[in-house]
């Protein structure tokens, strides 16, 4: 679609952006601009790349994606970019096109040079940014409800395990262990829940720390949630305990919860038959567990996004994992959270706990909030 002089004027008066604007003005801002088109699928602009222009949709159809995930959609007459020129930042969101889309570049020359003339319009622009804010946080305090809503679905769906008492397998038997594990992971479930729903509300609720033992839990996992994973199935797991640790004060479900994702995440990372080796260490008065997987390993420039939430690199992975380890690790524990090459190919996740300094820790170490 090639848009005239004229036509392109007649779109931009449609825009509060340009209401400031006389009539010789916009003519003159209109004739500078560069039509483009972009077909279906096709990106725009990418999230974290350089800025040095914004656009203005005149046809189709966009949709605005943030860390992999869908925020809106845009739609004519609208224009997206602009925030990467204001602020001089690489893009904080990628651009795609839903449809085939006609629409007009300003670059950022044309953009500094008519707009820093124009105050009332920068006052139109922080009006129009100020609506799209209140639309995303809408968006976002829906999703928020929807999500607890579930967590209070999901948590009610709990009492079916209250069957499992009903069952007195011998003692010393393998159902015995498993009732066990399966009694202990909806008491798990129901503390996580509850903790959900608390931070919806923003109330707080207790850390759950008490003196465990960390080869124990462990063990525990190994015969537990590793025996039935899908993804360590065809793999070899073994645990060395290389010093001898005491009892000492953490979450254990918490912890859990460490471990296993780690653990998943080494074998997800694994070949077929690919073997994964925790050790368990006691150095500086802190416990170290490290483990090791001889997978594909994590390239230099993702070291440190892995850790981010929402940042994956799995099809479909969500990318919470990681970041749920790392809360738990350096925020609530006070611990520290690495990972690190396997010299002989794959990677080493490792994590270590503070044993004594957590009985010093203050009330707000100890609280959910």
Same mark, same amino acid.
């Given at each position: 679609?090639?848009?005239?002089?004229?036509?392109?004027?007649?779109?931009?008066?449609?825009?509060?952006?340009?209401?400031?604007?006389?009539?010789?003005? =916009?003519? &003159?801002?209109?004739?500078? %601009?560069?039509?483009?088109?972009?077909?279906?699928? #096709? *990106?725009?602009?990418? !999230?974290? /790349?350089?800025?040095?222009?914004?656009?203005?949709?005149?046809?189709?159809?966009?949709?605005?994606?943030?860390?992999?995930?869908?925020?809106?959609?845009?739609?004519?007459?609208?224009?997206?970019?602009?925030?990467?020129?204001?602020?001089?930042?690489?893009?904080?969101?990628?651009?795609?096109?839903?449809?085939?889309?006609?629409?007009?570049?300003?670059?950022?020359?044309?953009?500094?040079?008519?707009?820093?003339?124009?105050?009332?319009? =920068?006052? &139109?622009?922080?009006?129009? %940014?100020?609506?799209?804010?209140?639309?995303?946080? #809408? *968006?976002?305090?829906? !999703?928020? /409800?929807?999500?607890?809503?579930?967590?209070?679905?999901?948590?009610?769906?709990?009492?079916?395990?209250?069957?499992?008492?009903?069952?007195?397998?011998?003692?010393?038997?393998?159902?015995?262990?498993?009732?066990?594990?399966?009694?202990?992971?909806?008491?798990?479930?129901?503390?996580?829940?509850?903790?959900?729903?608390?931070?919806?509300?923003?109330?707080?609720?207790?850390?759950?720390?008490?003196?465990?033992?960390?080869?124990?839990?462990?063990?525990?996992?190994?015969?537990?949630?590793?025996?039935?994973?899908?993804?360590?199935?065809?793999?070899?797991?073994?645990?060395?305990?290389?010093?001898?640790?005491?009892?000492?004060?953490?979450?254990?479900?918490?912890?859990?919860?460490?471990?296993?994702?780690?653990?998943?995440?080494?074998?997800?990372?694994?070949?077929?038959?690919?073997?994964?080796?925790?050790?368990?260490?006691?150095?500086?008065?802190?416990?170290?567990?490290?483990?090791?997987?001889?997978?594909?390993?994590?390239?230099?420039?993702?070291?440190?996004?892995?850790?981010?939430?929402?940042?994956?690199?799995?099809?479909?992975?969500?990318?919470?994992?990681?970041?749920?380890?790392?809360?738990?690790?350096?925020?609530?524990?006070?611990?520290?959270?690495?990972?690190?090459?396997?010299?002989?190919?794959?990677?080493?996740?490792?994590?270590?706990?503070?044993?004594?300094?957590?009985?010093?820790?203050?009330?707000?170490?100890?609280?959910?909030?």
């Amino acid at each position: 679609m090639v848009v005239g002089s004229k036509e392109r004027i007649k779109w931009l008066a449609k825009i509060d952006l340009f209401a400031s604007f006389s009539s010789k003005e =916009l003519e &003159s801002f209109a004739e500078t %601009l560069e039509e483009i088109e972009c077909k279906a699928g #096709e *990106i725009l602009c990418r !999230e974290g /790349e350089p800025a040095d222009e914004m656009f203005i949709l005149l046809t189709g159809e966009l949709q605005i994606i943030k860390e992999k995930r869908k925020i809106t959609t845009v739609k004519p007459i609208n224009y997206v970019g602009e925030m990467a020129l204001i602020e001089e930042k690489p893009r904080s969101a990628t651009v795609k096109a839903i449809e085939p889309c006609s629409l007009l570049k300003i670059s950022a020359d044309h953009f500094y040079s008519h707009f820093a003339r124009q105050p009332t319009l =920068l006052i &139109s622009m922080m009006k129009i %940014l100020s609506q799209r804010i209140r639309q995303d946080t #809408e *968006i976002i305090a829906g !999703e928020f /409800e929807k999500t607890n809503i579930l967590i209070h679905d999901m948590k009610n769906c709990l009492s079916t395990f209250l069957f499992l008492e009903m069952f007195a397998p011998a003692p010393g038997s393998k159902e015995e262990r498993f009732i066990k594990f399966m009694k202990e992971t909806a008491g798990n479930l129901n503390q996580m829940m509850t903790e959900a729903l608390a931070n919806a509300k923003s109330l707080s609720v207790q850390q759950n720390l008490q003196v465990n033992s960390l080869p124990a839990l462990i063990k525990e996992i190994l015969e537990s949630s590793c025996l039935i994973h899908p993804d360590l199935q065809d793999k070899k797991i073994k645990f060395t305990q290389l010093d001898q640790l005491p009892d000492f004060l953490f979450a254990k479900t918490e912890i859990k919860r460490v471990l296993t994702n780690l653990i998943f995440n080494a074998a997800q990372a694994s070949k077929k038959g690919g073997k994964i080796e925790i050790f368990l260490k006691h150095e500086n008065n802190q416990a170290k567990v490290e483990i090791w997987d001889w997978g594909t390993g994590v390239p230099a420039d993702l070291a440190e996004k892995i850790f981010l939430a929402q940042f994956t690199t799995k099809d479909e992975g969500n990318g919470l994992g990681l970041a749920s380890c790392r809360q738990i690790i350096e925020e609530r524990h006070c611990g520290t959270l690495k990972l690190m090459d396997n010299p002989q190919g794959g990677a080493v996740f490792s994590f270590t706990l503070p044993i004594e300094d957590l009985n010093n820790y203050n009330s707000q170490s100890k609280v959910v909030s």
